[in-house]
């Protein structure tokens, strides 16, 4: 076994005792390996195992690894910031949009769909309200829900966040508590289902099963760190 099959099986065997623990079926939470920064044989290994779910934080670097491996049949997950002169590289090429934060973003992505597309997204929440953070603020979320529910090629199938730096494990499960009780608010008030929550990362994903998050976002703990001398540019630096 390698180094890689061994991390993913420890995640898998983590994410299942979380469930099982907190009363969930295991099939509950699904895993979205976070490649971001990591080649394609890296994916393609995991692939190989039966991973079928992974994360991207760059266009470019997902586009990339997408048509290297256009045979196969994996779900990309687009879980980083977009701004909005991106929409059309995003739109309608990746299974579910994590980081849908603004009205804006919500419109740009429309204008790329055809209406019926049904591009499923999750609307990212600022749940520590911290000031670099992306994502809509909670106090401003009804609103924006209101707002993508009213779009015909957007489907909202849940919310998503990203909790301080310094809240990981135990710290961080008030955020996904609040994360999953502004979830059953939105449902009560607009009479709607939105099953998914993104949450939990490397360091936290097993106290965010325990809050009830269906997809969980890992990263480091299959792949190992990141080689930050192979990062991509961000978004904004980008050539349009
Ligand atoms: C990079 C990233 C992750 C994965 O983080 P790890 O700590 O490496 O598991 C998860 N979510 C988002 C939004 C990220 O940018």
Known sequence: MTRLEERWRLVMDGVEQAARAAGRPADAVRLVAVSKFHPVQAVAELAALGQRDFGENYVQEARSKQQALAGLPLRWHAIGGIQTNKARDVAGRFHLIHSLDSR?????????????????????????????????????????????????SLRLCGLMCLPPRCGEGEAARPYFARLRELRDDMQRRFGVELPQLSMGMSGDYRQAVAEGATLVRVGTDIFGPRPMSLKPRPLSDEEP
């Open 104 to 152: 804006r973003l919500a419109d740009a992505l429309a204008r790329r769909l055809a209406a019926g597309s049904g591009q499923r997204v999750l609307i990212q929440v600022n749940i520590g309200s911290e000031a670099q953070k992306s994502g809509v603020e909670a106090r401003d979320l009804p609103a924006l829900v209101e707002h993508v529910l009213a779009m015909p």
